[in-house]
């Protein structure tokens, strides 16, 4: 069961609407009705084991309840859609919470029906209703992520990430059935018409860069509190999503590291970093980013005092900044690499990866994070969140100046790109105590006999 009790919280501050229902009992038809209406809208929350007068009842064996409704709507709601339920423990009860997201592939039906949501109330949608879904759906097909990349293959494409995901479908989904990997990028959307999608192109290539070369993501370590030409590390990660978010994360979990915490006798490792909300962050930038500018970017920046992700897209329409600290409408930019993000349980709850973000630092004793939006690009920021430095001013004169002045005479006959890699080397090591041969090589990319080569350079010297 989800320690998740701060959204039930955020949830019963607000009133019935558009976008959420409160039931008291699980009635499969009612609930299949109302998350039908959901997605065909403009996607929502499902509350179950709470009265019109939001007194919490809570649900007898939920657990249980919570997968048979989960696999009934699953297998009777068409198209399919990803539909996320969970059973929350909030003051002593439990509840079954259901999320989903407004639907790409309008109009969703139950039952041969479709619904739609108008305010509190779920309705048969009319006429007028049907033709603007449809609409919509029409709309969506010309999204860029729905565009044909020309020129790519099957052998372009890594296959074993796409198992993986096939894999993660079954048990979404346990009765489908994929010939291949062909059939299932075909069921998804994602090859179209004998050709590849721009999301597919995301999702798994070997070499997204090769197609979409704004697809790559930058992260950065800058000595002091603003960018400049001088830096600590600078890591390009240009694989595809899934590759990219290991390494991403990966990098960052070298670059802030670890501290030993003693608790009562034991001695414990401590994250130096609020690990699920830097994901989330990350994760949301990936899902959200506007790809179809060849001007997009995806920066990481870590600073003396701050870490943010910045990402080009700004919000879309309908969402606020005051918007992401409370929930909220999730409206997708991505909806196709969302879903299998969603698959993969990189997205483990629709709608809430901002609220999931401040409460992972509050819980862990960081700062909470912010939100702005300038010139299409939406930035987040973790205050405080930075490497611990022996010594900053060490690192930002000294070691910047005077030893790379030196660096520049012992390592001579050198290349400059040696001598760029000796440095950043010295200086995570005049800055980052404890670090392993393998947690440098991570850092700067390169294989760990390069880096011993190098490390001996340095000792030699």
């Not at 920021?381 to 001013?393: G, Q, R, S």
Request: hydrophobic share 35%.
């Amino acid at each position: 069961m989800m320690e998740n009790s701060f959204i039930i919280n955020n949830l019963l501050q607000k009133e019935e609407s558009v976008r959420l229902a409160l039931k008291t009992s699980a009635h499969i038809t009612t609930i299949a009705k109302t998350i039908t209406a959901f997605i065909n809208t403009q996607g929502g929350d499902l509350l179950i084991g709470v009265d019109d007068d939001k007194n919490v009842i809570g649900v007898d064996n939920a657990l249980k309840l919570r997968n048979r409704i989960q696999h009934q709507l699953i297998d009777s709601i068409r198209p399919n859609a990803p539909i996320s339920s969970q059973v929350i423990r909030y003051k002593g009860k439990d509840l079954i919470l259901i999320s989903v997201w407004e639907g790409s592939n309008k109009p969703y039906q139950y039952k041969g029906q479709i619904f739609s949501r108008e305010n509190d109330r779920t309705k048969l949608s009319n006429q007028d209703i049907l033709k603007q879904l449809i609409s919509e759906r029409k709309d969506a097909d010309f999204h860029w992520e729905r565009r044909a990349v020309l020129g790519a293959s099957l052998s372009d494409l890594d296959k074993q990430e796409i198992n993986k995901t096939i894999e993660y479908y079954r048990n979404f989904k346990p009765d489908t059935n994929f010939e291949d990997e062909e059939d299932f990028l075909i069921q998804m959307g994602l090859l179209k018409n004998g050709h590849f999608t721009n999301a597919c192109i995301v999702l798994f290539a070997k070499s997204p860069i090769r197609f979409i070369p704004q697809s790559k993501i930058r992260v950065t370590v800058y000595p002091s509190d603003s960018t400049g030409d001088r830096f600590l590390n600078d890591r390009i990660f240009d694989d595809n999503l899934f590759n990219n978010i290991k390494g991403v994360l990966s990098f960052l979990d070298v670059t802030f590291g670890k501290s030993i915490v003693v608790d009562g006798i034991e001695r414990k490792e401590k994250l130096n970093y609020p690990l699920l909300a830097l994901r989330e962050g990350l994760l949301n930038a990936m899902v959200h980013r506007d790809y179809n500018s060849v001007n997009g970017f995806l920066q990481i920046s870590i600073f003396s005092d701050r870490t943010e992700i910045a990402n080009y897209g700004g919000l879309p329409e309908g969402i606020t900044l005051s918007d992401l600290r409370k929930e909220h409408n999730s409206i997708l930019r991505n909806p196709d690499i969302a879903k299998i993000c969603f698959i993969r349980k990189y997205i483990e709850m629709l709608g809430s990866g901002t609220l999931r973000m401040i409460n992972d630092c509050r819980k862990n004793k960081f700062k909470t994070p912010n939100w702005k939006q300038s010139n299409n690009i939406t930035t987040v920021t973790f205050p405080e969140l930075k490497i611990a430095y022996k010594n900053n001013e060490g690192v930002s004169e000294g070691v910047s100046e005077g030893v790379k002045t030196k660096f520049k005479v012992v390592f001579k006959d050198d290349s400059e790109g040696v001598k760029n890699e000796l440095f950043n080397i010295y200086v995570l090591i005049e800055t980052t105590p404890n670090l392993k041969t393998k947690d440098i090589a991570t850092i700067i990319s390169k294989g760990l006999s390069t880096t011993d080569r190098y490390l001996k350079k340095l000792k030699d010297e």
